[in-house]
């Protein structure tokens, strides 16, 4: 797309530009932040009085009823932070927003191990419109910089010579929003960390293969839990 998921502007010096953020996996989304600062705050977003954008933390209540695609969906709004408490499971186990990992929630085929992989389907919680899916990570090799960068956004080219723009919207983590105005950052629907020289570099059970924009284009590993923009590419 020539924009990210969500964008209601394509002035790239605001805000609105950035697009909706989504949890690695969630079909449902959360604001744009509501200025280009670190530790921006959510923009003003809400549907109905009651019907707001809040966050939950899986400690003060029963994580494993928390912790759900079923919980995820029957509260579209709520961003579920990972648990920050000891269970008798191993920490990976909480380090994602559900309790137990879904690889597949993004269409990648990957089930666990070392055996990864780059086929992809899309699925009812990819959020991309028909015709459209979230990008696997590799879709993004061969992209370059642009010599030429602008305020609050990056540039990027790719096929040789076509360009795009992305807006540096940073990353949010349910209270605010790190690097904003400072890097932009898209999700793919890997769900291992991918790596652009190494090709699948490790599969742990909970990370997840995010794209950095800023003044170099790379693969980031990052917890499912964290919230990112989406650039869909067409299926």
Request: glycine letters at 8%; hydrophobic letters at 30%; one cysteine or more.
């Amino acid at each position: 797309m020539d924009r990210n998921l969500g964008a209601v502007g394509t002035d790239y010096t605001q805000v609105t530009a950035c697009g909706l953020y989504y949890q690695w996996g969630r079909k449902d989304p959360f604001p744009y932040p509501a200025s280009f600062t670190n530790n921006a705050k959510p923009a003003s977003f809400i549907y109905h009085d009651s019907y707001a954008y809040g966050t939950i933390r899986p400690e003060d209540q029963d994580a494993r009823e928390v912790m759900s695609v079923e919980w995820a969906t029957q509260y579209p709004t709520t961003f579920i932070r990972k648990a920050d408490y000891e269970v008798d499971d191993s920490e990976e186990d909480v380090l994602d927003w559900l309790f137990r990992s879904h690889h597949n929630l993004w269409g990648n085929t990957t089930e666990q191990g070392n055996a990864v992989s780059k086929v992809c389907r899309k699925t009812i919680y990819d959020p991309c419109p028909p015709g459209w899916r979230v990008p696997d990570a590799c879709d993004f090799d061969g992209i370059a910089m642009s010599q030429t960068q602008l305020p609050y956004c990056v540039n990027i080219v790719y096929s040789g010579t076509r360009t795009a723009r992305y807006p540096a919207g940073g990353t949010f983590d349910g209270d605010n929003y790190s690097g904003a105005g400072t890097y932009g950052q898209v999700y793919t629907n890997t769900p291992y960390f991918w790596n652009f020289d190494r090709g699948a570099a490790f599969f742990d059970g909970v990370s997840c293969t995010s794209i950095y924009l800023a003044g170099t284009c790379r693969t980031t590993s990052e917890l499912r839990c964290q919230a990112n923009p989406v650039r869909c590419i067409k299926e």
